[in-house]
């Protein structure tokens, strides 16, 4: 069966652009995957023809080679099978369809480099209190990690010898086929794509070029730290393969709540009880700090749920730009036993003050004008 013209399987013209041959190809791919034509030998069979097109259309020489000569130019053994980066933009169809050609993978797979290669990156989750982080810290942690072999010094072979050769790819890392039009590369299975292979391995790492060993590694918190932030320690992570850097070591820190004070970004907010008579006589009370406490002037007739603000006595900012602020909203503190004496004296007070409605208290501790009952009648007026 003679095959069908490259550009009318694609469904474009002769003079199409390279984007249009590609846009082209990327709508047949979809519409012809065997995912989602599950058991479809015609879907199947549409999706390799529309691969085999765009294949000698996306390539230059090819396709003025086809243009010229037809079919009988880019024929199997004059195209001398196809370039895989052609296929590169199109991981996210052809990946894992190595089976529909024949073979364990379509592109070989990542070829894995045989030169140094930087270790990888650690996590430690670090647990400090609250004043650790107000004030900062220094801690010594242990972290297991792989470390390069002092016996070969992480070229995985005895006595530090060079690694051979891999007799089956060469030193190429990947292994070749030709199945009809297409030419198929595989990671090769004997160096694992490296290209070398060892053949005296160190007897204590056993090839492997590193060893698990636990570190023990010391790090300062700043002052002013939160919870989820993290330290980066540069190079304490897994050592490089092949003479490469090691990664780095990102310690995340979590900081154990106070149970007093709440935490907001770099403010602090906590909640005080003061007696009646102070809140509507005025007058100094002490009030707690993370540091040392702090005399604050409460002014006559105070209202329950006024929040004062003392600035500079929040967390340090972790970037050394100053502090944040306290706020402190007191309450009234409701005794819950009288003796005769109080019982007397706050009922001859009761008796002295005139009678009041219900009134709204907004968030900084004052009354509202109105009353609650004519706000809230506002609402359904």
Do not use: W
């Amino acid at each position: 069966m003679s095959k069908r013209d490259y550009y009318e399987v694609l469904g474009v013209g002769r003079q199409a652009t390279e984007q249009e041959i590609k846009s082209a190809y990327r709508k047949l791919a979809l519409k012809h995957h065997p995912d989602r034509n599950p058991g479809n030998k015609q879907a199947e069979e549409h999706f390799k023809e529309a691969a085999e097109a765009y294949a000698i259309l996306a390539d230059t020489d090819k396709r003025a080679a086809y243009d010229r000569f037809g079919h009988a130019g880019v024929s199997s053994t004059a195209a001398g099978g196809y370039d895989p980066t052609i296929f590169a933009d199109f991981g996210d169809i052809l990946g894992g369809l190595g089976d529909l050609f024949g073979f364990g993978d379509l592109f070989g797979g990542p070829r894995r480099r045989s030169g140094p290669h930087r270790g990888a990156d650690l996590r430690y989750d670090l647990e400090i209190g609250f004043d650790e982080a107000f004030r900062g810290a220094e801690t010594t942690i242990q972290v297991p990690r792989q470390e390069a072999c002092g016996q070969c010094h992480g070229t995985g072979s005895e006595k530090g010898a060079p690694p051979a050769t891999c007799p089956r790819c060469h030193g190429r890392g990947q292994l070749r086929y030709q199945q009809g039009f297409f030419t198929v590369a595989q990671t090769c299975g004997q160096c694992g794509g490296a290209g070398r292979v060892i053949t005296s391995p160190c007897p204590e790492c056993r090839g492997a070029g590193h060893v698990q060993r636990e570190r023990r590694i010391t790090v300062k918190v700043p002052a002013g730290i939160a919870t989820g932030q993290r330290l980066r320690l540069h190079r304490e992570g897994e050592a490089g393969l092949a003479g490469g850097p090691p990664g780095d070591l990102y310690v995340v820190v979590h900081v154990e709540d106070h149970p007093f004070f709440r935490r907001d970004g770099d403010d602090l907010f906590c909640e005080v009880p003061i007696s009646f008579p102070v809140l509507a006589l005025g007058g100094t009370i002490e009030v707690p700090t993370v540091e040392e406490p702090h005399t604050l002037e409460i002014p006559e007739g105070t209202q329950s749920g006024t929040v004062f603000r003392i600035r500079g006595k929040g967390m340090p900012n972790i970037s050394g730009r100053g502090r944040g602020d306290l706020h402190i909203a007191v309450l009234v503190s409701v005794p819950r036993r009288l003796n005769k004496e109080q019982r007397a004296l706050l009922e001859k007070l009761r008796q002295s003050l005139p009678a009041e409605k219900p009134t709204a208290v907004n968030r900084t501790g004052q009354q509202e004008d109105r009353g609650v009952f004519d706000r809230v009648k506002d609402l359904f007026s």
